[in-house]
C-alpha cells in the first residue's frame, strides 16, 4: 500500500514538473506583453524621436490585422527637409525592457505593412525612450510594403542586461505604418504566440494626460482573453494614488470576456482634487501591477496674451506639443531642440545660397498661440563654409541671417546668435567658433547688424553665463543688447544676483531666463534604468517639485520676466530633461509648471515681502498680475508644519491653494486669518484693494 501511495505521489510530482515546464515554456515564447496591442496602447510603448507626433495620434485599426481584433496605426510625420527634400516617418519603440541572459539567443519579430512601400530597421538596443547613447545591440535593414509581413532579427546577448525594441521606418511622403503581433522569445524564429491567456491595460486618447476639474477623469480598461474556446470571467484591483502616495480610490471590477475577444471598458475614476495622479491596474491574486496610468487634473490657462508670457521652453514644434504646451500655460517657444529642423545654418542652407524654409512650423507655433526665439547659432557651419577664414565665415553667416530675418521677421521677434554663451564653447570642437569673449563680440555685432538692418523692431538676445558677459561688456556696446538671458537653471541665488548687477551697470532691462530645468526621471518605476533607479524614492518627486517652485518664483523676483524650461523635447525624444513622459503624459515637473503658470503667468511685478534677517525660517513674495490680482508665495525653510497669524485681515479676504492649485481651509475670523504651510509653496490670493495690508501682516506675522 505504501509503495503504491509512493508511486503516486511520484507520479503527481512528475505531473506537475511537466505542467511547469509546459508553462514555463509557453511563457517563454514570448516576452512581449499586450504584444498584439489588443488591451490598447499603453505606457509600455513609446512613439516618436523622428516623429514630432507620439502616441495620441497612434490608434487602433480594424479594418486590418494579423492577430486578434486590431492592429497598431501609426501616422509619419515630418522628420526634416533634407535638402529640400521632405523626409517622414515613425519610430516605434518599447518603453519596458526586457531581461536578456549573456549566451542565450533570441528573436524578435514583428509583423509590419504600410500604404508607403518604405525602407525600414528592426533595431534592439540598451537605450530607453529617453537615452541615445548606446549602439544598437543588432539591427536588420527591412523593406515594409502594402502587404502584411513578418520580420525578424536573432542576436546573442553578449552580457546580463535589459533590451528594448524598436521599428523605424522613412519615406519621402506622408504615410501609415501598421504593425501586429510582435514577439520576442529565447531560440530560433518560432510561430507567433501571446505572453499570457489573459491579458489587460490601462489607456488614455487624452492628449497629454490632462483632464480639467469638471471633466471625468475617465480612462480605459481594454482585457483581451486569448483563449479562443472558452470566454473568461476576471476581476482586477484598481486604485489610484496621488503625488504622496496616498490612496483616494480603490474599487475591484470584474469582467467577463468572451472567448478570442477583446473587451474595452470605459471607467471613471471619480478623482476630484488637482495634481498628479497615478492609476495602478493589478489583478486579484497577483503579486505585481499589470498596468499603470498616470495623468494629471490642472485647471485651465489663464487668458494671457503671448507678448506678456513669462513662461516658455525648448518645445518640439508639432501638434500635439504645442496642444498640450498651451494647456499647461506655455506661451513662448525657443528653437535649440526642435528636432533640429529649424533655424540652425547648416540645416538651412546646405547649399550656399540655397534655403530650406520651415514655414509649417512656424505658422503652426503662431496659430497655436506662441511667440518664438530663433538661435541663429554661428557655431553650426555648413560644409561648405567651414574651411573659409573666421572673417569669410562671419560674412556669410550675416548674409544667412538677413536670409532669415527676411523669411521669418512678420512673425518671429525675438533672434538670439548662440545659445549659453560662454569660453568653454571654443573647447567644442564641433562648435568652435571663437576663443575670447572679444571673438565672440564680432559675431554678435554681426548679427545685430544684419537683424536690424532687415527688421529695426526686430529683438537681440544675449544668452550668456555670467561670467563671460563680465568680459564681454568690456569689448561689445551693450546697446546692440535688447534682452539678456542668463542661465539659472534651478539655482538663481548662485547665477542671477551677479548678473543683475552687471545688467544694471550696462543699462540693460530686458532681462529672461533662457535655461531653467532638472534632470528628470520618468514618473513610471518600471521606465527608469536599474542604474540610476537606487538614486529614486518617494521624496525625490517632491524634493524636485519644491526647488523648482522656489527657483522660478526667485528667478521673476530677481528682475528676469521671462523663464524657457530646457526642455521639453516630445516623445521618443523624451531625453532626461524632459517634461513630457515617453507616453505623452506629464511628468511631475511639468505639472508643477502648469499650476506655476496658473498662478504667476501674466504679472507686473516679483518682489520679496520679508528681510533677510527674516528669510532664514521662511520665504514670502508678492506677485502683482496684470489682470489686477496679486498672488503672495509662501513657503518653509523647515520640513516642520508652520503657522502664521495675519493680524487685522479677515479670513475671508484671502484664499489660500496649494501648489497644484487645490484650495486650502484658512482659519481665523473677521480680525485674523491663520494660514499653515511647510517646504511646499503655498499661495495666497487676495485682491489687489487689499495686498499692501496682508504684505504688512507678514512682515508682522
Request: proline share 4%.
Amino acid at each position: 500500500m505504501w509503495r503504491r501511495i509512493l508511486t503516486l505521489f511520484r507520479w503527481a510530482a512528475a505531473m506537475l514538473s511537466m505542467l511547469c515546464a509546459a508553462a514555463a515554456g509557453a511563457q517563454a515564447e514570448n516576452l512581449i506583453p499586450n504584444s498584439s496591442f489588443e488591451a490598447g496602447i499603453d505606457y509600455r510603448l513609446a512613439v516618436g524621436r523622428w516623429s514630432v507626433d507620439g502616441m495620441p495620434s497612434a490608434s487602433l485599426d480594424k479594418q486590418t490585422r494579423v492577430h486578434g481584433d486590431v492592429s497598431f496605426k501609426i501616422p509619419f510625420s515630418l522628420s526634416s527637409l533634407a535638402a529640400g527634400q521632405q523626409v517622414t516617418g515613425v519610430n516605434v519603440l518599447s518603453a519596458i525592457p526586457i531581461r536578456v541572459r549573456k549566451g542565450q539567443r533570441y528573436t524578435f519579430a514583428i509583423h509590419a505593412k504600410s500604404d508607403r512601400v518604405s525602407d525600414g530597421r528592426l533595431i534592439l538596443t540598451r537605450d530607453s525612450a529617453g537615452d541615445y547613447t548606446f549602439k544598437p545591440s543588432a539591427s536588420k535593414e527591412i523593406r515594409v510594403t502594402r502587404k502584411w509581413r513578418r520580420h525578424s532579427l536573432t542576436f546573442t546577448a553578449a552580457r546580463d542586461e535589459q533590451i528594448y525594441w524598436r521599428v523605424q521606418v522613412k519615406s519621402s511622403k506622408p504615410g501609415f505604418l501598421w504593425l501586429d503581433a510582435a514577439q520576442f522569445a529565447p531560440g530560433k524564429i518560432r510561430p507567433y504566440a501571446v505572453a499570457e491567456p489573459i491579458e489587460a491595460a490601462l489607456s488614455s486618447a487624452r492628449r497629454g494626460r490632462i483632464f480639467s476639474p469638471d471633466e471625468k477623469s475617465e480612462i480605459t480598461l481594454g482585457v483581451r482573453n486569448n483563449d479562443l474556446k472558452s470566454p473568461a470571467t476576471v476581476a482586477y484591483r484598481l486604485r489610484v494614488f496621488d503625488f504622496y502616495g496616498r490612496a483616494l480610490a480603490d474599487q475591484v471590477i470584474e469582467q467577463t470576456v468572451p472567448a478570442g475577444k477583446r473587451v474595452m471598458r470605459p471607467v471613471d475614476l471619480g478623482i476630484k482634487r488637482r495634481g498628479l495622479f497615478r492609476a495602478v491596474l493589478q489583478r486579484v491574486g497577483a503579486k505585481t501591477p499589470e498596468s499603470e496610468l498616470h495623468f494629471s487634473i490642472l485647471p485651465k490657462p489663464r487668458p494671457v496674451k503671448a507678448k506678456d508670457g513669462s513662461f516658455g521652453a525648448y518645445l518640439t514644434i508639432g501638434p500635439e506639443p504645442l496642444s498640450i504646451a498651451r494647456r499647461m500655460g506655455f506661451s513662448a517657444i525657443a528653437t535649440l531642440t526642435s528636432n533640429r529642423r529649424m533655424s540652425y545654418w547648416d540645416q538651412v542652407e546646405r547649399k550656399q545660397g540655397q534655403f530650406t524654409w520651415y514655414d509649417r512650423e512656424v505658422e503652426m507655433a503662431r496659430l497655436a498661440g506662441f511667440e518664438l526665439m530663433f538661435n541663429l547659432e554661428p557655431c553650426r557651419t555648413p560644409r561648405w563654409a567651414a574651411k573659409r577664414s573666421r572673417t569669410e565665415r562671419i560674412r556669410l553667416w550675416s548674409s544667412y541671417v538677413r536670409a532669415m530675418v527676411g523669411r521669418y521677421g512678420h512673425t518671429v521677434k525675438h533672434w538670439t546668435i548662440g545659445d549659453e554663451v560662454a569660453d568653454l564653447r571654443s573647447k567644442s570642437r564641433k562648435r568652435k567658433c571663437w576663443n575670447s569673449a572679444a571673438e565672440y563680440a564680432d559675431w554678435h555685432r554681426a548679427g545685430h547688424a544684419a537683424i536690424k538692418s532687415v527688421d529695426p523692431s526686430g529683438v537681440v538676445v544675449l544668452n550668456a553665463w555670467p561670467g563671460f558677459m563680465t568680459k564681454l561688456f568690456r569689448t561689445l556696446d551693450p546697446a546692440t543688447v535688447d534682452i539678456a538671458g542668463v542661465n539659472a537653471y534651478h539655482l538663481p541665488d548662485n547665477y542671477l544676483p551677479k548678473a543683475r548687477q552687471e545688467l544694471d551697470a550696462a543699462g540693460i532691462k530686458g532681462r529672461w531666463a533662457p535655461g531653467i530645468g532638472f534632470s528628470i526621471e520618468p514618473y513610471y518605476r518600471r521606465l527608469i534604468a536599474p542604474r540610476r533607479l537606487k538614486n529614486v524614492n518617494d521624496d525625490s518627486w517632491r524634493a524636485l517639485n519644491i526647488n523648482l517652485a522656489r527657483g522660478v518664483v526667485r528667478t521673476f523676483a530677481l528682475g528676469f520676466n521671462r523663464i524657457f524650461h530646457y526642455t521639453a523635447t516630445y516623445v521618443g525624444n523624451t531625453n532626461k530633461y524632459s517634461l513630457f513622459e515617453s507616453d505623452s503624459g506629464l511628468k511631475p515637473m511639468g505639472v508643477q509648471f502648469a499650476a506655476l503658470a496658473w498662478f504667476l503667468d501674466g504679472f507686473e511685478s516679483v518682489s520679496s515681502v520679508l528681510t533677510k534677517k527674516r528669510e532664514n525660517r521662511w520665504r514670502a513674495h508678492r506677485v502683482d498680475r496684470m489682470d489686477g490680482k496679486t498672488i503672495f508665495t509662501i513657503w518653509g525653510n523647515s520640513s516642520a508644519e508652520q503657522s502664521l497669524l495675519l493680524g487685522g485681515i479677515s479670513k475671508d479676504e484671502v484664499t489660500l491653494y496649494d501648489h497644484f492649485t487645490n484650495r486650502m481651509k484658512t482659519s481665523g475670523g473677521a480680525k485674523e486669518a491663520v494660514i499653515r504651510f511647510g517646504r511646499e509653496m503655498v499661495f495666497l490670493d487676495v485682491p489687489r484693494t487689499r495686498a499692501a495690508a496682508v504684505e504688512k501682516a507678514l512682515q508682522n506675522a
